[in-house]
């Protein structure tokens, strides 16, 4: 028999242990098709160990006298059975007899508006924004026959071009030496950016192969450095990385672009060089030669200054250092570096492999042999010829100005004679005020080219330049206005909502869904308390190399749907480990802060969850985040949780993303939809009896936190960090977004605290109090701010970034919110400085 509201408020965790549950009852209908969870849960109960001793703890506040309830239902006496211990084992957190909890998630409600019920109907054909053309193709773009038929191949699996790739391409393939010029790549989120410069680049390199082979002449890796491409992010250096080496598979053949003679393209190899990796390795990679770099700032500007054999195309060998004999004794000093290279026979000039570089057993001092014969002539046309600076506008809300700004004197420092002949490409989907800066910093006299499906470069609409900044027109974009304490159970509802629409499905490939939060602490107390048997298994914590199936754990609430998380404090193994793992799962979830945000492309995401809105970056890192979805043409949708204090923001960011569309199409698409809390309940708790099921999850979470003083402590950590981050919202925010409006009590409950934790006024002043001063790249020596205890990215008190063993001063970054703008702000910059 469904309860009425104000017996669920006062249901008590005593009433529940005295009048177990014995009647059996049908599973409600989402656990039936979560099989496994079902047949989990009704394992019986085992004793609490004793360990366990917060559950015996009085509790901290009774708020309400209640009469005993009737005794509950299957699914709640089997969430009780749910919650893991340390060892893996189940048990039931039952508060002893006398000891009443209570829960009173449906009660002393907010005052919550009735969903804005949408007036213009959806349009039900949906043209995606960022698909392949219809009519292009690759053949047409004048890039090889090789490389057309390589991306057509089953490896590749491209049939034709994007708007931005078929504008992009033949810029830069077509143009002639006299010709060549710069340009800023701005197109949507999924729009194909990445190969819109990496095919340009790959073809002007074989033409150069081509060409030397028509004189006899054979490239090799030794020749240095010709491409850089600078990324934001360890996680995105990869993955491009990752794109290029399979890009370039086609070369492991031998191609035949010089008629009949055959030139190989081997020597075109990809590297890495980011934060949080061996620099050991990467300098013997520098050593044998990487043509094509995929660099993050900090540790390409550290290795430009610091690592000897470190080329780039066309530069001479830097002199020798007079290193005179070493006593076996001080030996053990010496830097890899600098001791001899010995090459094991049979090793291949152009394989990337580590294992070939072994260091003598010996103790005596061999002088350094050079491992290629030096280059005796320096022809013009071996220079540094690209340098790509992908997701300008967050390389520069970073703080890597500094580090950028050293990038650009070294190479010029080291390249001046050719440095004009250098092609700079500035590409982002969304172009802020800090890329205009590094637009006038990195490039002359650049082109912009907009790939913004029917606006073509410089369309003009009444008179004016138009400009498009709008998530792709395919995704569905939905908010969920939900009171702070029912955030919890909404989330685990509409999770539970998302998987069994999957699942119903014959043939569905299952579900992929990136969860944002606030901060890092928010992502693992999240991630261990919705975690199943493993919770505590933590891999960075095991000695030994990560095992890949510690990175996830299961939520007995989402059947075996494995949960992942991601953000800028785990250990680098971790991070890449996890998001290979999301991305070679059918289905998952991953748990993230705004890392995960740019440029990310993990193949078949269906959903985004903002469950915190973004504190930086405002409309654009909206925008960034629910691109995740909806990649290269396909469907998705995006969440949005939003209090009833934050009304405000759906139609400031609608406003920022309309007033930036083209045409009245996309708006209608760009509309954000309202769901009511109660319909995502309902859903996701199986019907009628939502508001029971949701308040024995949200208990049994409570008690989860009691049962444990590290699960407690872990919660008021999170809940202090989240805060603490919720606090920085930029001043222009501030109306929707300002921390006195937060109900703290009420959003503890969504922490699974019964009460929030004492002394976060200091904790909130001090956090506004850092982002007012300097917001600075902290820790450039490995590629990303070091986060503070609130998640935050750190900012060093003296305002100097720490790269690479070098101070550099850091000005004020552009961390905190920027307009935003685009390309006309853009171009106006531009005008400026021609
Ligand atoms: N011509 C194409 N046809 C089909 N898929 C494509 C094509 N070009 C690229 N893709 C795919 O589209 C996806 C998105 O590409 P990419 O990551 O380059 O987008 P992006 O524009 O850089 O996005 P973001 O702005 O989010 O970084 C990738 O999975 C890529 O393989």
Redesign the pocket.
């Known amino acids: 028999m469904p309860r009425s509201k104000a017996e669920i408020a006062q249901r008590t965790e005593g009433d529940r242990a005295a009048q177990p549950s014995t009647q059996p009852r049908p599973a409600p209908q989402s656990l039936q098709v979560l099989p496994e969870t079902h047949t989990q849960l009704a394992q019986p109960a085992k004793e609490v160990p004793q360990g366990i001793k917060s559950a015996q703890e009085p509790p901290k506040k009774r708020r309400r006298k209640s009469p005993p309830l009737e005794a509950d239902d299957e699914f709640s006496a089997l969430l009780d059975q749910a919650t893991p211990t340390a060892d893996g084992e189940k048990v039931k957190h039952a508060a002893p007899a006398g000891k009443k909890y209570i829960s009173s998630l449906f009660s002393s409600m907010p005052e919550i508006r009735e969903p804005v019920v949408q007036t213009q109907p959806r349009p039900s054909v949906l043209t995606p924004s960022?698909a392949?053309t219809l009519d292009g193709s690759f053949e047409s773009l004048g890039i090889s026959s090789v490389l057309s038929k390589h991306l057509t191949s089953e490896k590749m699996n491209?049939?034709?071009?994007?708007t931005?790739?078929q504008l992009a391409v033949p810029f830069f393939t077509r143009q002639s030496q006299s010709e060549q010029r710069d340009a800023i790549l701005r197109?949507?989120?999924?729009?194909?950016?990445?190969?819109a410069y990496l095919l340009p680049i790959l073809q002007d390199l074989m033409a150069l192969s081509n060409a030397f082979a028509a004189e006899g002449k054979t490239l090799d890796r030794s020749v240095g450095t010709l491409a850089i491409i600078i990324v934001p992010t360890r996680e995105l250096a990869n993955q491009i990385c990752e794109?290029a080496t399979k890009l370039l598979s086609f070369a492991s053949e031998r191609s035949s672009d010089q008629g009949s003679k055959t030139v190989s393209h081997r020597w075109l190899i990809p590297g890495l060089l980011s934060g949080g990796a061996h620099r050991q390795h990467e300098k013997a990679r520098l050593r044998k030669g990487v043509p094509l770099l995929v660099a993050t700032p900090g540790r390409l500007i550290d290795h430009l200054q610091t690592t000897r054999s470190f080329r780039l195309a066309g530069e001479p060998e830097r002199p020798k250092q007079q290193s005179k004999p070493k006593k076996p004794s001080e030996e053990d000093d010496f830097d890899i570096e600098d001791r001899p290279y010995v090459r094991p026979e049979g090793a291949a000039d152009d394989e990337d492999s580590e294992e070939d570089f072994t260091l003598p057993q010996s103790r005596s001092y061999r002088p350094r042999k050079p491992m290629y014969q030096p280059v005796k002539e320096i022809d013009a046309r071996l220079h540094l010829r690209w340098l790509v600076l992908d997701?300008a506008d967050r390389l520069m809300d970073m703080g890597f100005e500094p580090q950028i700004t050293s990038v650009l004197e070294e190479c010029a420092k080291r390249q001046s004679r050719s440095s004009t002949a250098r092609r700079t490409i500035l590409c982002?989907?969304t172009m802020a005020d800090g890329a205009a800066k590094l637009a006038t910093m990195a490039l002359r006299d650049p082109l912009l080219i907009k790939g913004d499906g029917d606006a073509p470069p410089g369309t003009q609409q009444n008179g004016a330049t138009v400009d498009r900044f709008a998530p792709p027109s395919q995704l569905t974009q939905s908010y969920i206005m939900t009171a702070p304490k029912l955030r919890f159970v909404c989330l685990v509802a509409l999770l539970r909502q998302i998987f069994t629409r999957g699942l119903r499905k014959t043939n569905d490939r299952g579900k992929k869904v990136l969860v944002f939060m606030t901060c890092t602490d928010a992502v693992n107390y999240h991630w261990t308390a919705l975690g199943g048997l493993s919770m505590e298994r933590s891999v960075e914590q095991e000695a030994g190399k990560p095992k890949p199936e510690s990175l996830s754990v299961q939520s007995q609430l989402l059947g075996k749907v494995p949960i992942f998380r991601l953000h800028g404090n785990l250990e680098l193994a971790t991070r890449l480990g996890s998001l290979k793992a999301f991305s070679e799962s059918d289905s998952g979830i991953l748990l993230c802060t705004s890392l995960a945000a740019?440029?990310l492309?993990v193949?078949f995401v269906s959903n985004v969850i903002q469950y915190d809105l973004p504190t930086e970056g405002g409309a654009t890192e909206y925008i960034?985040r629910v691109?995740?979805t909806a990649?290269?043409?396909n469907v998705g949708e995006a969440w949005a949780f939003v209090l009833p204090t934050e009304a405000g923001w759906v139609d400031w960011v609608q406003n920022k993303m309309k007033s930036n569309s083209v045409s009245d199409a996309p708006k209608a698409l760009s509309d954000m939809r309202e769901v009511a809390a109660n319909e995502i309940l309902s859903k996701g708790f199986g019907g009628e009896d939502y508001e029971t099921r949701a308040t024995d999850v949200q208990m049994n979470y409570e008690r989860w936190v009691e049962s444990k003083p590290e699960y407690g402590a872990a919660a008021r950590k999170a809940f202090t960090s989240h805060v603490r981050a919720y606090a920085t919202h930029p001043s222009e925010e501030k109306a929707f977004f300002h921390v006195k409006n937060l109900h703290l009590g009420h959003l503890a409950k969504a922490f699974g605290l019964r009460d929030a934790p004492a002394g976060l006024g200091g904790a909130v002043g001090r956090a506004q109090q850092e982002m007012k001063t300097k917001r600075a790249k902290a820790d450039a020596s490995d590629d990303e701010p070091e986060m503070g205890k609130s998640g935050k990215p750190m900012i060093p008190r003296s305002g100097r970034a720490l790269d690479g063993g070098r101070m550099h001063a850091a000005k004020a970054g552009q961390i905190g919110e920027f307009a935003v703008g685009g390309a006309s702000m853009v171009e106006s910059m531009l005008k400026r400085k021609r």
């Open positions: 960022n392949p491209l049939q034709r071009p994007t931005i790739q197109a949507q989120t999924g729009s194909g950016k990445t190969l794109v997701e982002s989907a740019r440029g492309d193949p960034h691109g995740r990649r290269a043409g």
